[in-house]
């Protein structure tokens, strides 16, 4: 098993360009997350999904949107990168049902660098 | 609203050393999940523990133990005899069972240095 896989692992953008970040998971996991690290404050949630056809927003949502393409694959899609957005973003995923939550893995990152 | 406080942001030790990191967190839920991560120099984010609400038993891992007190909202990680490959930041995290679909609240990290 893989796990959970992220593309690309680093990516620089000019400021206004657009890009997708894929995620993948084969744990059967029915929900995946994206998280974004800066430094001194952790993980952030932007976005969720808990089954396939649904997402919702995050602690930090502005700026992203997401894709749940099948209960495999989760992408983020930044339409137009701002300098803000320079971060390395991880994809999560689990096993959460109702009040039954399970532990979250991690994909390895992918390191943006917006210009 | 959850929250979750590392107040230590950088822990420095010789090798051999013990050390403690300290998690408090903040919830009005009474069901609730806790987590330790550990985040080496090569990025990748390594799952620690998990723990549940309703169970406050203590937990040893080789080196690694957990102290878990609900009466102080801690949630505390001991690292016995240290090696330089403890070299990491550590996160708490926590998620609540309200938040049905499992979201972490992450806190700010602590980074160990861990030298020979």
């Known amino acids: 098993n893989a796990g959970v896989t992220q593309t690309p692992k680093f990516q620089v953008l000019k400021t206004g360009q657009s890009m997708t970040l894929q995620c993948a998971q084969d744990?059967?996991?029915?929900?995946m997350y994206w998280y974004r690290q800066d430094p001194g404050m952790g993980l952030r949630l932007i976005y969720y999904s808990a089954s396939e056809g649904t997402t919702d927003k995050g602690e930090v949502p502005n700026g992203y949107n997401v894709s749940r393409l099948n209960k495999r694959e989760f992408s983020l899609r930044l339409e137009s990168a701002a300098p803000s957005q320079t971060s390395v973003y991880f994809c999560a995923s689990s096993y959460a049902r109702g009040t039954y939550q399970e532990t979250q893995y991690f994909g390895p990152g992918t390191r943006l660098l917006v210009l | 609203a959850q929250k979750v406080t590392q107040a230590q942001t950088e822990i420095s030790v010789v090798e051999k050393e013990d050390v403690t990191l300290d998690c408090v967190y903040e919830t009005r839920d009474t069901t609730y999940y806790l987590f330790w991560y550990k985040q080496p120099p090569s990025g990748e984010l390594v799952f620690l523990i998990r723990?549940?609400?309703?169970?406050?038993q203590n937990e040893i891992s080789g080196r690694y133990s957990w102290n878990f007190q609900k009466s102080t909202s801690s949630f505390n990680f001991t690292i016995t005899a240290s090696q330089v490959v403890d070299s990491a930041v550590y996160f708490c995290?926590?998620?609540?069972?309200?938040?049905?679909?499992?979201?972490?609240?992450f806190g700010a990290g602590t980074q160990v240095v861990v030298t020979p």
């Open positions: 995290a926590l998620s609540v069972s309200t938040d049905s679909w499992g979201k972490l609240q």
């Open positions: 744990m059967n996991h029915n929900s």
């Open positions: 723990r549940n609400s309703f169970d406050e």
